[in-house]
């Protein structure tokens, strides 16, 4: 099984200026004053992780399943940074808001063909939200995804890292797409920012399609 490097989102419009970006999270009407006075962009009412199995061959086989761990973390994007650039573990970042376990059969119904993982934006997570622009904050993923292919009589298992800053999700949903193909590659995809700003670019695209 291969490794997937976890992505991160970096945007860059000069050679050697990294980690910044002029994208603005969306304004809204009415929207409240934060603690220091200035006001402050709508936050979402929850965090939203969506894993979807996007191609399978056998997913219209009912002994297809796919089941999985997963672990969430919100941490400030300036330690990201600073982590990567020192080539240093970024996965323990943070703190942890979420870890859990999932199991979907039967992919023949395709309802359990997508993962919908919600946090809602109160406590903790929401004052750290609330300090966005003093403080940008990212969501890492940490996960291990087993999927069963009836057709293809096979198991795969993913290790599925990921680092996403919020300010390119200001709806708070980020999706991610898994593809295997029949010849038994298969490539993981996402989350990419629904609007880029333009002459920005990402730094870490999709991994390229992996033989296990």
Request: charged share 25%; no cysteine.
């Amino acid at each position: 099984m291969k490794r997937l490097l976890p992505i991160l989102f970096v945007l860059v419009t000069q050679p050697g200026l990294a980690a910044q970006s002029s994208a603005q999270p969306r304004h809204s009407e009415g929207n409240e004053k934060s603690a220091s006075g200035n006001a402050s962009f709508k936050l979402p009412a929850e965090i939203k992780v969506i894993l979807k199995v996007d191609e399978l061959p056998g997913a219209d086989n009912s002994g297809s399943f796919w089941e999985g761990v997963y672990e969430i973390r919100v941490a400030d994007w300036r330690t990201i940074v600073e982590k990567t650039k020192a080539d240093e573990k970024v996965e323990d970042s943070g703190v942890i808001i979420l870890q859990s376990s999932f199991s979907r059969r039967a992919l023949l119904d395709k309802g359990n063909r997508t993962l919908v993982i919600s946090i809602p934006v109160t406590g903790s997570l929401l004052e750290r939200l609330q300090q966005q622009r003093k403080t940008p904050q990212a969501f890492l993923l940490s996960s291990t995804v087993r999927l069963f292919d009836a057709q293809l009589a096979r198991n795969f298992a993913l290790k599925i890292d990921r680092i996403w800053r919020f300010k390119l999700f200001p709806d708070g949903e980020a999706t991610i797409l898994i593809r295997i193909q029949s010849d038994g590659s298969w490539s993981v995809h996402g989350p990419a920012p629904k609007e880029m700003p333009p002459g920005y670019s990402i730094i870490g695209g999709p991994p390229p399609t992996t033989k296990p």
